[in-house]
């Protein structure tokens, strides 16, 4: 059997198609991006007082050294609305920037609205909050960050989370799992005389009631108990403490 060789220069040959060949079909990609460079002005997370002018610190973004142009937008938690000063809520703030080769790169901010009553004439605030489920306990349901109780129009009172932010903080699971609509009626804080509207938990549904509401204003807490019926008829018991936070 003969041995076949390929000659050098045909070789050569090949590998000449193969790289104009590569070439042409890669020469418009951009091999290196950069990605929108972040640096935040402030903090990250801000409480900021109801009623007061608020001015966002801003953040900055550079490609590779240079300025790009900053968007910014912001939703509130509890009324889905841009952030506004006259209306308790958390609220987060985007801002985002993109790079030359068109990729987008973002980074945020949380900026909680509130008012600390006096929880005699009011019981409006803002409030880390420490649930027991059932008898159940446990660290990371333990001065919870934070539940928001706002005063509305008609001299009702509502929380951000009737069931004191189990799901949402407790289990990480969210905003869609809050418990909203606690309205309460101070019918006599001094006396804790309240009347409370029943409300639901958003994404798994049933009905909640609420007894024991009281308020010490001494120990700046609020305590109640939300009896949760699920959509299946299983009962569930949150025992809720809500601790006054200065800011």
């Given at each position: 059997?003969?041995?076949?060789?390929?000659?050098?220069?045909?070789?050569?040959?090949?590998?000449?198609?193969?790289?104009?060949?590569?070439?042409?079909?890669?020469?418009?990609?951009?091999?290196?991006?950069?990605?929108?460079?972040?640096?935040?002005?402030?903090?990250?997370?801000?409480?900021?007082?109801?009623?007061?002018?608020?001015?966002?610190?801003?953040?900055?973004?550079?490609?590779?050294?240079?300025?790009?142009?900053?968007?910014?937008?912001?939703?509130?938690?509890?009324?889905?609305?841009?952030?506004?000063?006259?209306?308790?809520?958390?609220?987060?703030?985007?801002y985002s920037?993109?790079?030359?080769?068109?990729?987008?790169?973002?980074?945020?901010?949380?900026?909680?609205?509130?008012?600390?009553?006096?929880?005699?004439?009011?019981?409006?605030?803002?409030?880390?909050?420490?649930?027991?489920?059932?008898?159940?306990?446990?660290?990371?349901?333990?001065?919870?960050?934070?539940?928001?109780?706002?005063?509305?129009?008609?001299?009702?009172?509502?929380?951000?989370?009737?069931?004191?932010?189990?799901?949402?903080?407790?289990?990480?699971y969210g905003?869609?799992?809050?418990?909203?609509?606690?309205?309460?009626?101070?019918?006599?804080?001094?006396?804790?005389d309240f009347?409370?509207?029943?409300?639901?938990?958003?994404?798994?549904?049933?009905?909640?009631?609420?007894?024991?509401?009281?308020?010490?204003?001494?120990?700046?807490?609020?305590?109640?108990?939300?009896?949760?019926?699920?959509?299946?008829?299983?009962?569930?018991?949150?025992?809720?403490?809500?601790?006054?936070?200065?800011?």
């Open positions: 059997m003969k041995n076949i060789s390929i000659k050098p220069l045909i070789l050569l040959s090949l590998l000449a198609v193969c790289f104009v060949g590569c070439k042409d079909d890669t020469e418009s990609i951009s091999r290196v991006t950069n990605y929108p460079d972040f640096t935040m002005n402030g903090d990250a997370f801000i409480i900021h007082q109801l009623g007061d002018a608020f001015t966002d610190p801003g953040v900055t973004a550079t490609e590779a050294g240079a300025d790009l142009d900053v968007a910014s937008s912001s939703m509130g938690t509890y009324t889905g609305g841009a952030l506004d000063v006259n209306t308790s809520d958390e609220y987060h703030i985007t920037a993109t790079n030359k080769d068109g990729f987008a790169g973002t980074v945020g901010r949380t900026v909680v609205v509130a008012n600390n009553g006096d929880l005699t004439s009011s019981i409006e605030g803002l409030y880390t909050s420490t649930v027991v489920r059932n008898g159940s306990a446990g660290p990371q349901y333990t001065d919870m960050s934070y539940i928001i109780i706002w005063k509305n129009t008609d001299g009702t009172y509502e929380l951000s989370d009737g069931i004191g932010g189990y799901y949402n903080m407790g289990r990480g905003p869609n799992y809050i418990a909203p609509g606690m309205v309460v009626t101070a019918n006599d804080i001094a006396t804790n009347s409370i509207a029943d409300f639901g938990v958003k994404s798994f549904g049933g009905d909640c009631t609420t007894s024991g509401f009281t308020v010490d204003a001494g120990a700046k807490t609020i305590n109640f108990i939300s009896q949760w019926i699920t959509p299946g008829g299983t009962e569930y018991n949150f025992d809720v403490t809500l601790t006054q936070v200065a800011f």
